[in-house]
C-alpha cells in the first residue's frame, strides 16, 4: 500500500491563515512544542517545520529556526534557516 504524498499529509495538519500569522501544527507534537511528521522515505519521523520549508523550496543543510519563537508554528513566512551558533544567538535575543 502506497502512502499519500507528504505534503497533501503535511498540509491538512495546519491550521493555516493570514500570510503573518503563525501557522500552528495540530497533529503530533514533541514535548517541547515543536510538530512531528511521519516521511515514508526516510522511514522516520521529523520535524514539521523543516519538512515546511523544504516544501517551500528551499534547502535545509543546517537548523530551521522561527522569527515569531512560536515551536508549533510551520508558517514558511515564520523560517529561516540558520546555523547552530544563529540558533543560540536567537535563544538569548
Given at each position: 500500500m502506497k502512502s499519500r504524498p507528504l505534503a497533501e499529509r503535511f498540509w491538512e495538519k495546519v491550521d493555516d491563515g493570514a500570510e503573518d500569522e503563525c501557522w500552528e501544527w495540530q497533529a503530533n507534537t514533541q514535548s517541547d512544542g515543536y510538530g512531528m511528521i511521519w516521511h515514508s522515505e526516510r522511514g522516520r519521523m521529523v520535524l514539521a517545520h523543516r519538512v515546511s520549508?523544504?516544501?517551500?523550496?528551499?534547502?535545509?543543510?543546517?537548523?530551521?529556526?522561527?522569527?515569531?519563537?512560536?515551536?508549533?508554528?510551520?508558517?514558511?513566512?515564520?523560517?529561516?534557516?540558520?546555523?547552530?551558533?544563529?540558533?543560540?544567538?536567537?535563544?538569548?535575543?
Open positions: 520549508v523544504r516544501l517551500d523550496g528551499r534547502d535545509v543543510d543546517d537548523k530551521v529556526l522561527h522569527h515569531c519563537d512560536n515551536p508549533p508554528c510551520v508558517n514558511p513566512n515564520h523560517l529561516y534557516v540558520g546555523s547552530q551558533s544563529d540558533n543560540m544567538r536567537d535563544a538569548t535575543d
